[in-house]
């Protein structure tokens, strides 16, 4: 298998400097302390070289350079004003300070002055000890309002969509929400609209979030440091159905989550918390907890079978209608940016619902009939990294069970305020399972969280599947490195050299597998959506992805482990720790391949019964709506 990096816009834009091997060496004075750096370098980035820290705001390492804020200003010897370190290269030998009284006194006003803007009582502010104003606020002594402070709110907050929440009266103009947008996602929803003192953070023609074109990703949420930009808070309602003795309520968790949730209990980023918080939701009193993973070994099955039948119809029925490459459709976000801006390729996309949205289905259907409960008393929750899936779950679409098949959508921040609410302590609380029949799943569940997690445990099972031999036959203990990577988008290939007989999951299916021998599977994983773009552009124009037949698509940088709902704050090396921590889980489950979990296996046989892509799976697992549904038998 060969893997090629796709390098693209969205990582060249990014702030980080990289030397080229002829780049001059620059000698630069920081407080004292001697140092070289490459030409070119911005003297943020020679500080830090030394652990000299200067404090930003509107800087953020997955965002280009603003320099709007002057928070980071730096006195450097021959210049008369003060020089924004994150936007200041160092071009020629330099003497600065970073922490004269000129800039201590600087920064101090630029902090009274935006706090003379900042509307709101920070004791009810969701960001309340996690806010980067409110931080530096407390850095440099603002014990009173110098040049006072707003009584009255300025604008209305837009509580209209399903996963965001924007109040702009605690906005500080860092336009780190609106970079994001455009250069992470590709989305453009948000820009700063007028100039000087009346300049504010608008969507287009100032329209509520929920009649503009955002796709509820939630990544302003995660760039912004102040409480400007929160999820939709659905705490109060979960806890009423929690103290509803009338209401079966059930959890669902997905990997993503437990791999961050120890953040917002002070752990470093990638300790993984999964069974001391089933403890925890067993103490709040959720009827079970149940693992998401399960339904993402479901999800690879249906999905897979599916990639097989546009192969199959399209190879060798000869069927030009089928629709190649197949896109992944677990990523809402992701769905709602093809429904905006490529609603002309839907068909491209599976009809596999989300793993959050099969269980739901399940719960409500399989898990109510052998638990005695009605579906119309059960609760079904779902912990996510994302705030599009609040979004997802009230689709109307998304009804297989005859019900709302995902009541809530929680994030990862709105839970940990739940678990801290109960006084619990979640490190320190004890390890226990999750509830039956939804117990151990797999590892290659687990790695849905990552980039080229979601391709990766597909490909475990197709080759498995095709070749009849264990995949660690082809790769070292299952871990299928060319689809891993931080690059925004990735090729890779497999050819099939031998194959074996049709495994009787999807006998009925498939007479043999004798039409796919010496072909060559081409694959793509891509996460972001601005890279999505760019993936979707090269597929039209007849690009190296076109020729792909199956693409990962994933919304939020890093996949869900980067997710909108995830603990703030974020960057590249919180996103690889989180996604070291869940590569290591998968190596640490006695199962790792979708195919061979048992309860989904047992699901097949009790009540998916006509298997894979069957009209069974097909009405609770997969979408009913545009003209998906025709590849499916």
Not at 84 to 113: E, F, G, W, Y
Not at 247 to 267: N, W, Y
Not at 475 to 503: F, K, M, Q, S
Request: overall charge neutral.
């Amino acid at each position: 298998m060969s893997s090629t990096p796709m390098q693209t816009t969205t990582q060249h834009r990014r702030r980080t400097f990289v030397p080229g091997p002829d780049t001059a060496m620059i000698d630069v004075s920081i407080d004292g302390i001697q140092l070289q750096v490459p030409q070119g370098t911005t003297i943020l980035d020679a500080a830090r070289r030394i652990g000299v820290r200067i404090p930003t705001l509107c800087h953020h390492d997955d965002l280009c350079t603003a320099g709007v804020c002057r928070i980071c200003v730096v006195e450097v010897e021959g210049m008369r004003n003060l020089q924004a370190s994150c936007a200041t290269p160092v071009m020629q030998p330099i003497t600065l300070k970073t922490n004269s009284a000129k800039v201590r006194s600087a920064r101090r006003h630029i902090i009274d002055l935006l706090l003379a803007e900042h509307y709101g009582d920070c004791n009810t502010c969701k960001r309340n000890n996690n806010c980067e104003l409110q931080s530096l606020a407390t850095e440099y002594g603002v014990d009173f309002y110098r040049f006072g402070h707003p009584t009255e709110p300025k604008y209305a907050i837009d509580r209209s969509s399903t996963s965001v929440v924007r109040d702009m009266n605690k906005c500080v103009l860092c336009r780190r929400c609106v970079r994001a947008c455009d250069e992470l996602q590709g989305v453009g929803c948000l820009t700063v609209a007028s100039r000087s003192s009346r300049a504010h953070v608008s969507t287009f023609a100032n329209k509520p979030l929920s009649g503009v074109v955002c796709i509820n990703c939630g990544q302003c949420i995660n760039h912004c440091p102040t409480g400007a930009l929160t999820e939709q808070d659905q705490t109060d309602e979960v806890w009423t159905m929690i103290d509803n003795p009338a209401k079966h309520v059930v959890i669902q968790t997905a990997p993503s989550p437990r791999a961050g949730m120890g953040e917002c209990f002070d752990l470093e980023p990638g300790t993984p918390v999964t069974y001391q918080l089933n403890t925890a939701l067993k103490r709040m009193g959720f009827d079970a907890v149940f693992d998401t993973n399960h339904t993402a070994d479901l999800t690879i099955i249906e999905e897979g079978t599916e990639l097989i039948l546009r192969l199959y119809k399209a190879l060798v029925q000869k069927d030009e209608s089928v629709k190649l490459p197949q896109f992944t459709s677990c990523s809402p976000g992701w769905v709602k940016y093809m429904e905006h801006f490529y609603a002309g390729m839907l068909d491209h996309l599976s009809s596999a619902k989300s793993p959050q949205q099969m269980f739901g289905s399940l719960l409500k259907t399989y898990y109510a009939e052998k638990r005695g409960v009605n579906p119309k008393d059960m609760v079904v929750v779902a912990l996510m990294p994302c705030t599009a899936k609040k979004y997802e779950c009230n689709r109307p679409e998304m009804n297989s069970s005859g019900f709302k098949d995902v009541d809530y959508g929680l994030t990862t921040r709105e839970l940990a305020r739940m678990v801290k609410e109960s006084g619990i302590d979640l490190p320190k609380v004890p390890e226990t399972g999750f509830d039956e029949p939804f117990g151990e799943a797999s590892g290659a569940g687990v790695i849905f969280g990552a980039t080229g997690g979601v391709m990766e445990a597909a490909l475990r099972t197709v080759i498995e599947m095709v070749t009849g031999k264990q995949v660690e036959n082809f790769y070292d203990h299952a871990n299928i490195l060319p689809v891993r990577g931080i690059e925004g988008a990735r090729l890779a290939e497999i050819t099939i050299t031998e194959v074996g007989p049709v495994p009787d999951l999807v006998k009925h299916l498939v007479p043999d597998w004798e039409w796919l021998k010496g072909a060559t599977l081409k694959v793509g994983v891509v996460h972001g959506t601005a890279n999505a773009q760019l993936v979707m552009e090269d597929i039209k124009s007849g690009g190296p992805f076109s020729e792909c037949h199956f693409i990962e698509f994933m919304a939020c940088p890093g996949g869900c482990l980067g997710g909108g709902g995830q603990p703030i704050p974020t960057s590249p090396e919180i996103r690889a720790q989180r996604a070291k921590a869940i590569y290591q889980l998968d190596a640490d489950y006695a199962v790792r391949k979708s195919h061979e979990n048992p309860m989904v296996l047992q699901l097949y046989r009790e009540f998916l019964t006509d298997g894979p892509c069957g009209h069974i799976s097909h009405h609770h697992l997969h979408t009913h709506y545009q003209a998906r549904g025709k590849f499916i038998g």
